[in-house]
């Protein structure tokens, strides 16, 4: 069944969204400028702003803002920056406008954040409520601590699709990067492994918007790069803090709060890149369940992965 022409530009904007989204990531050190991202998009600018916010869940100032606090939570946490640094190298021109912005966000100021030892600023774990973080921590010890190795990875590419939206969305990319799979020569499904990257804290707020990829790495090499808006993701090679967990998406979400607030602060490690990975088995991609899993009511058995590093980040 052919796709209808409004349908096919809906899906032309969506992807052209997301190549900005992209693009904007990549220069949160500078100014943004709406108007440069609505040419990258190809759109004018009332149509890129509507289209912005409809796709990423946030205008961009918002988006924009919301990266570089983040980001610069990660250098106070995990550097030996001083303040005007951190301030710098989030894209703030004064310390003092930089401190406002991230009081207003994190609840605290950098300085208090910094010192504080019951918070860790990284991916699905921080609480942007102080209150919501106080109380995660207490019921940790109602939480089974995950088992955790150190694996060596490799370099590896892997083919990946971005989305934006809550947890409950994501059987779409995912059954669109199968198809994708599928389609291409000399593919076998069952060499392949599959991968989870998740870019944003894991938030306690109502009907959350995540930055998500589905990737996957093949057993071979492509002849042509990807179309869009499926594209080439590199995992740098390095240690990587692995645990196996079974059950459902609550486990889950559990077993990750443990790893970061019980493991992570005393293992000696910091981490190392911008996102976390789940990784699938191959067996839940051969006959995907997506929806029972979303809703809680099928356990799965997944590798929660940390790529870490030893020493303070070097940013």
Not at 10 to 32: F, M
Not at 91 to 115: E, L, M, W
Not at 246 to 253: E, F, P, R, S
Request: charged fraction near 20%; aromatic fraction near 12%.
């Amino acid at each position: 069944m052919s796709l209808g022409k409004k349908e096919t530009t809906h899906r032309a904007n969506h992807r052209a969204i997301i190549r900005a989204a992209h693009y904007l990531e990549q220069r949160l050190d500078e100014p943004v400028q709406i108007s440069e991202l609505a040419r990258h998009a190809g759109m004018s600018m009332f149509h890129f702003q509507r289209a912005f916010r409809e796709v990423v869940g946030e205008t961009v100032k918002q988006h924009h803002l919301r990266l570089r606090l983040e980001r610069s939570a990660y250098y106070l946490k995990f550097s030996n920056w001083q303040l005007q640094e951190v301030s710098l190298a989030a894209g703030f021109t004064s310390q003092a406008s930089f401190s406002r912005a991230f009081q207003k966000f994190y609840q605290q100021s950098p300085s208090a954040f910094r010192n504080d030892q019951s918070v860790v600023p990284f991916l699905r774990s921080f609480m942007r409520e102080k209150k919501g973080i106080k109380e995660n921590a207490e019921t940790l010890n109602d939480i089974p601590a995950p088992t955790v190795r150190i694996k060596d990875w490799p370099d590896q590419e892997v083919v990946a699709l971005r989305y934006y939206g809550p947890v409950s969305g994501l059987t779409k990319p995912w059954n669109s990067l199968l198809k994708w799979i599928k389609q291409q020569p000399g593919i076998d499904l069952i060499q392949c492994r599959f991968f989870g990257l998740w870019f944003d804290d894991w938030s306690d707020q109502p009907n959350p918007s995540y930055r998500y990829e589905c990737a996957v790495l093949l057993p071979n090499s492509l002849n042509e790069a990807p179309l869009d808006p499926f594209f080439i993701r590199k995992i740098d090679a390095g240690s990587t803090a692995v645990a196996s967990i079974h059950g459902n998406i609550g486990a889950l979400d559990r077993a990750w709060k443990q790893m970061i607030y019980g493991w992570l602060p005393f293992s000696g490690y910091q981490p190392r890149l911008e996102y976390v990975l789940d990784e699938y088995p191959v067996q839940l991609m051969l006959s995907p369940p997506w929806m029972q899993i979303v809703r809680g009511l099928m356990p799965l058995t997944i590798q929660i992965c940390v790529p870490i590093m030893t020493g303070k980040a070097q940013v």
